[in-house]
C-alpha cells in the first residue's frame, strides 16, 4: 500500500512545543489524521485536517499540511508530561473506503 | 455513551489453535473496522463492513482468517489455526458511515500472545 513514515522518536522539556512530522505518498488522500495511543490504551483521535485545507488549530494543537510536498505535521504548545504517548499520522481516500493508513507512530517523551 | 467494546482483552494461546475475538460497535454505527497492530508498528486494516457486507476483505489472509458480522451489529474474527507471526494487537473500530469525516472510534483491542 502507500507510505506514510514518521519519525520514531521525539523528546522535549515540559512547556516547550514539540512538532512531529510525517510525510504520505497517495496523491489521493483526502483526509489526514493524528491518533494519539497511550499505554496499554486504544487510539484516540485528535484532530485531522481536510486535503484542502492547510491548517488547522484545535486549543493547543496546530496542523500544518504542504498537500504539494506530501508533508503534515502536529504542533504541541506548552507539551506537558501528560503528552507522553505514540502519536500516529493516518491517511485516508475514498477509493479506500476510507479506511486508515497509518505510519509506524512518533513515540513522544516529555521530560520534566 | 458505551464506546466500543471488545472481548477478550488478553489471549494467550499456543500455535495451531484457533482462536476468536469479539467486537460490539458504538451503537448506531453502520461501518466496523478490524485492524491488526505488530509490535511497534501502526494498525493495519484487516477487514471493513458496511452492515453485514465485507465491502474491503483484501488485506484479510483467508486461509486461516475469517470475520463475520451477523446482522450488522458485532462482529467476530477468528484465526485458525494461529500461527507464531498471528502474534499482534487485534484492534476494532467503528464509525457512523464510514465518510473520511466520520471519527472512527477505536477499541481497547485484544492482545494476541501465540506460543
Known amino acids: 500500500g502507500e507510505d506514510v513514515e514518521q519519525s520514531l522518536f521525539l523528546s522535549v522539556r515540559e512547556g516547550d512545543s514539540s512538532v512531529i512530522n510525517c510525510t504520505y505518498t497517495d496523491s489521493s488522500s483526502t483526509y489526514l489524521y493524528w491518533y494519539k495511543q497511550e499505554p496499554g490504551a486504544g487510539l484516540q483521535l485528535l484532530t485531522y485536517i481536510f486535503s484542502n485545507m492547510d491548517m488547522k488549530q484545535d486549543q493547543r494543537l496546530t496542523v500544518l499540511l504542504n498537500k504539494k510536498d506530501k508533508h503534515l505535521s502536529l504542533r504541541i504548545a506548552d507539551t506537558q508530561t501528560g503528552d507522553s504517548a505514540i502519536y500516529f499520522c493516518a491517511e485516508s481516500a475514498a477509493n479506500s473506503g476510507y479506511a486508515l493508513n497509518f505510519g509506524k507512530g512518533t513515540s513522544l517523551l516529555v521530560t520534566p | 455513551e458505551a464506546g466500543v467494546v471488545q472481548s477478550p482483552r488478553y489471549k494467550i494461546i499456543e500455535k495451531k489453535q484457533p482462536v476468536a475475538f469479539w467486537c460490539n460497535p458504538i451503537?448506531?454505527?453502520?461501518?466496523l473496522y478490524w485492524y491488526r497492530q505488530n509490535l511497534g508498528q501502526g494498525p493495519e486494516l484487516l477487514i471493513r463492513y458496511e452492515n453485514e457486507e465485507a465491502v474491503d476483505d483484501s488485506q484479510l489472509p483467508k486461509d486461516r482468517f475469517s470475520a463475520e458480522r451477523l446482522k450488522g451489529v458485532d462482529s467476530t474474527l477468528k484465526i485458525q489455526p494461529a500461527e507464531l507471526g498471528d502474534s499482534a494487537v487485534y484492534l476494532c473500530a467503528s464509525s457512523l458511515a464510514g465518510e473520511g469525516a466520520d471519527t472512527q472510534y477505536f477499541g481497547p483491542g485484544t492482545r494476541l500472545t501465540v506460543l
Open positions: 451503537s448506531g454505527h453502520n461501518t
